[in-house]
């Protein structure tokens, strides 16, 4: 029985050892941009995501001499303290001294100001692959704001943990915000140094501007690989499953329905007070100060857990799933109240609410999907710098 664990152990390893060795991110490639950067201000983009194996990208920097002179931040901060929409404000790193400009809040994009004297911006985010996941409309400012003042920006890409499907409705043009820019999907199947290059490929810079770009791509990836992520991209999205989930999950934070937060499993279950199922239950609780209080805080709250849902992956291959937000608005009571005005915002339509409202099944409603989405993906092919899932 001991030599079989063993023999386990060994294998296990190995094929981890196998894979970690062939995904290699772009951050990870020094020999490539490094040279880049010698005798440049940078100012860097970069979250508790953007590490070299353990060490973070700026303290790499730093270490090889490269000036760096400034650090923005998107949601969540520099080292990714705050949580989903809480005021993220300027700091100063105290590892490193260096200025932390929040990008989020009012200031979105980068000033003129912030740019003085910087010669080149290292982008480094780790995103997962949704339209409604900031980071990607936190790129398209600074893309902008590069083109701007004639500022080249490195792009460092990271695999896409949902890069191997692409689905749900695309953005209509009335319903852009900071949730969504773009006229994609909301599981868009990008790497960030993709959506970069359709971003200036389809001229979706202010004043139909290009912005002048050079990137590095990852090593051994295609869009059909399942990758693991080795640092979470935010406080509640903690692992694989919440990751896996969040494309469809994050449709109820437009709802009256919450999705976990404040629990140990935010975006792995859903639930409500007034749910009639009583099978499974939790409790939201605000868990510390520095965090928000959450949806139904200390209230039991009914619903499903999705956990064995999402470990199963060939479930969760290649679509969003309406399935629980339709049964929700079936069994709760209170209709009237089961939509907030985010939910559009997150749709990227008003006709999701509407065929929701109206009874249609999730067959009928991804149908309506397709006219849209085929256009997209035409659109999507002319970007792609990995192999294709399909």
Same mark, same amino acid.
């Given at each position: 029985?001991?030599?079989?664990?063993?023999?386990?152990?060994?294998?296990?390893?190995?094929?981890?050892? $196998?894979?970690?060795?062939?995904?290699?991110?772009g951050? #990870?490639?020094?020999?490539?941009?490094?040279?880049? %950067?010698?005798?440049?201000?940078?100012?860097?983009?970069?979250? =508790?995501?953007?590490?070299?194996?353990? /060490?973070?990208?700026?303290?790499?920097? &730093?270490?090889?001499?490269?000036?760096? @002179?400034?650090?923005?931040?998107?949601?969540?901060?520099?080292?990714?303290?705050?949580?989903a929409?809480?005021?993220?404000?300027?700091?100063?790193?105290?590892?490193?001294? &260096? =200025?932390?400009?929040?990008?989020?809040?009012?200031?979105?994009?980068?000033?003129?100001?912030?740019? @003085?004297?910087?010669?080149?911006?290292?982008?480094d985010?780790?995103?997962?692959?949704?339209?409604?996941?900031?980071? /990607?409309?936190?790129?398209?400012?600074?893309?902008?704001?590069?083109?701007?003042?004639?500022? /080249?920006?490195?792009?460092?890409?990271?695999?896409?943990?949902?890069?191997?499907?692409?689905?749900g409705?695309?953005?209509?043009?009335d319903?852009?915000?900071?949730?969504?820019?773009?006229?994609?999907?909301?599981v868009?199947?990008?790497?960030? $140094? #993709?959506? $970069? &290059?359709?971003?200036?490929?389809?001229?979706w810079?202010?004043?139909?501007r290009?912005?002048?770009?050079?990137?590095?791509?990852?090593?051994?990836?295609?869009?059909?690989?399942?990758?693991? &992520?080795?640092?979470?991209?935010?406080?509640? %999205? =903690?692992?694989?499953?919440?990751?896996?989930?969040?494309? !469809?999950?994050?449709?109820?934070?437009? /709802?009256?329905?919450?999705?976990?937060?404040?629990?140990?499993?935010?975006?792995?279950?859903?639930?409500?007070?007034?749910?009639?199922?009583?099978?499974?239950? *939790?409790?939201?609780?605000?868990?510390?100060? !520095?965090?928000?209080?959450?949806? *139904?805080?200390?209230?039991?709250?009914?619903?499903?857990?999705l956990?064995?849902? $999402?470990?199963?992956?060939?479930?969760? +291959?290649?679509?969003?799933?309406?399935?629980?937000?339709?049964?929700?608005?079936?069994?709760? =009571?209170?209709?009237?109240?089961?939509?907030?005005?985010?939910?559009?915002?997150?749709?990227?339509?008003?006709?999701?609410?509407?065929?929701?409202?109206?009874?249609?099944? +999730?067959?009928?409603?991804?149908?309506?999907?397709l006219?849209?989405?085929?256009?997209?993906? @035409?659109?999507?092919? @002319?970007?792609?710098?990995?192999?294709? *899932?399909?």
């Amino acid at each position: 029985m001991k030599r079989i664990y063993f023999a386990s152990v060994i294998i296990f390893l190995v094929s981890s050892l $196998a894979y970690a060795q062939s995904v290699r991110t772009g951050a #990870e490639q020094t020999e490539i941009y490094f040279p880049w %950067l010698k005798h440049k201000n940078i100012a860097v983009i970069a979250n =508790p995501t953007s590490m070299i194996n353990k /060490t973070h990208l700026v303290d790499s920097l &730093l270490a090889a001499g490269i000036k760096v @002179k400034k650090v923005f931040c998107p949601e969540h901060g520099f080292r990714g303290e705050a949580q989903a929409g809480e005021k993220v404000e300027n700091s100063t790193d105290a590892p490193t001294g &260096l =200025p932390v400009i929040s990008l989020y809040g009012k200031h979105k994009k980068p000033l003129p100001d912030d740019l @003085k004297d910087i010669d080149m911006i290292v982008f480094d985010l780790q995103d997962v692959g949704t339209r409604f996941y900031t980071y /990607t409309s936190t790129m398209t400012y600074v893309m902008e704001a590069c083109a701007e003042n004639k500022i /080249t920006l490195v792009i460092l890409d990271r695999p896409n943990p949902n890069g191997y499907y692409v689905d749900g409705p695309v953005l209509e043009k009335d319903f852009s915000s900071f949730v969504g820019l773009h006229p994609v999907p909301v599981v868009h199947g990008l790497t960030v $140094a #993709e959506y $970069a &290059l359709m971003i200036n490929g389809e001229r979706w810079l202010n004043g139909n501007r290009k912005c002048k770009l050079k990137y590095v791509s990852v090593e051994n990836y295609q869009h059909s690989t399942r990758y693991s &992520l080795p640092v979470i991209p935010s406080p509640n %999205l =903690p692992n694989d499953a919440s990751i896996l989930l969040y494309p !469809s999950l994050c449709l109820f934070e437009g /709802t009256s329905v919450s999705v976990g937060r404040g629990t140990d499993k935010p975006f792995q279950i859903i639930g409500h007070p007034d749910y009639p199922v009583h099978d499974f239950s *939790f409790t939201p609780h605000k868990k510390s100060a !520095s965090v928000s209080v959450p949806p *139904f805080n200390n209230r039991n709250c009914y619903g499903i857990d999705l956990t064995s849902y $999402a470990e199963n992956h060939k479930q969760t +291959e290649g679509k969003l799933n309406l399935e629980w937000i339709i049964l929700m608005y079936n069994h709760l =009571p209170d209709k009237n109240n089961f939509f907030n005005d985010y939910f559009d915002k997150l749709a990227g339509n008003h006709m999701l609410q509407q065929q929701i409202k109206n009874g249609l099944t +999730e067959a009928e409603i991804r149908e309506s999907w397709l006219p849209d989405l085929n256009k997209y993906k @035409k659109i999507r092919k @002319k970007y792609l710098l990995y192999p294709d *899932f399909e």
